[in-house]
């Protein structure tokens, strides 16, 4: 099984009744629930309010692939439990960002870059497939619209992608880098940009495949280190054969 935790700051779900209507169980119980329709995925959700960010050492370290949303409340994500999540992808951890999430410590941590872009409130956006070849493409359309999602646009201040999957085309004439992939150490790490909270995003099936796919891709297949390692090779593989072909 894939274990997965869903985080999420559920700040917006409380204040605005506009988002509640639109995730009544927040928007970690949205992508928890099409999650589980996946036999091979098991998942947990985890909130800025719980304890420890409900993600005590315990549940970081039992986690295989972390899905992250936040958008006001990035300042208080305490930088120890930053770090603690840094180590874990380099270690071989998956982590899918989401929409916001560009902004958050962790993903900026990870990019060394500000992760800056350009935005504007809502307009139709249309998706683009550009490496159908892409486990994460699996069973997405080439191409599909969602009505109204809010604007980013270049210039999207991260490292050049490995591997681009998506580009988003706004109605305003915008484009943007909108599903990109790194691997960073051990680690896989998928960004995507729709998402909006007072959008339905995460109700649309695309949407869905696609974040279901980067749980696939982003999972560790050959487990998690329990450290990173810089070992002192203290005879080379040469030495080695010849000594047991030799003896």
């Not at 270690?91 to 560009?102: C, D, E, K, T």
């Not at 504007?120 to 683009?128: S, T």
């Not at 604007?151 to 915008?174: T, V």
């Amino acid at each position: 099984m894939i274990k997965v935790t869903v985080w999420n700051e559920a700040v917006h779900e409380k204040f605005s009744r506009e988002v509640a209507r639109v995730y009544p169980d927040g928007i970690h119980g949205c992508i928890k629930d099409f999650l589980s329709l996946d036999d091979e995925i098991e998942v947990r959700t985890a909130t800025l309010g719980m304890k420890e960010c409900g993600l005590p050492d315990q549940v970081l370290e039992d986690t295989d692939v972390l899905i992250w949303w936040g958008h006001m409340a990035h300042g208080k994500v305490p930088d120890k439990l930053v770090d603690k999540i840094y180590d874990r992808v380099l270690r071989g951890m998956g982590l899918i960002v989401l929409h916001s999430g560009h902004h958050s410590k962790i993903f900026k941590k990870l990019m060394g870059t500000t992760c800056n872009l350009s935005w504007r409130e809502g307009d139709r956006e249309r998706l683009w497939l550009v490496n159908p070849s892409h486990p994460i493409a699996r069973g997405v359309d080439p191409c599909f619209e969602l009505d109204v999602e809010e604007m980013y646009g270049e210039r999207f201040d991260i490292p050049e992608p490995d591997q681009l999957i998506f580009l988003g085309w706004f109605a305003g004439g915008e484009v943007f880098r909108s599903g990109c992939c790194w691997q960073k150490g051990l680690g896989r790490v998928f960004y995507f940009q729709p998402g909006h909270e007072s959008n339905p995003t995460y109700h649309n099936e695309n949407v869905q495949k696609v974040i279901t796919n980067a749980v696939h891709w982003v999972y560790p297949a050959n487990g998690i280190a329990e450290k990173l390692e810089c070992p002192h090779i203290k005879k080379s593989p040469e030495e080695i054969y010849k000594e047991r072909n030799n003896g």
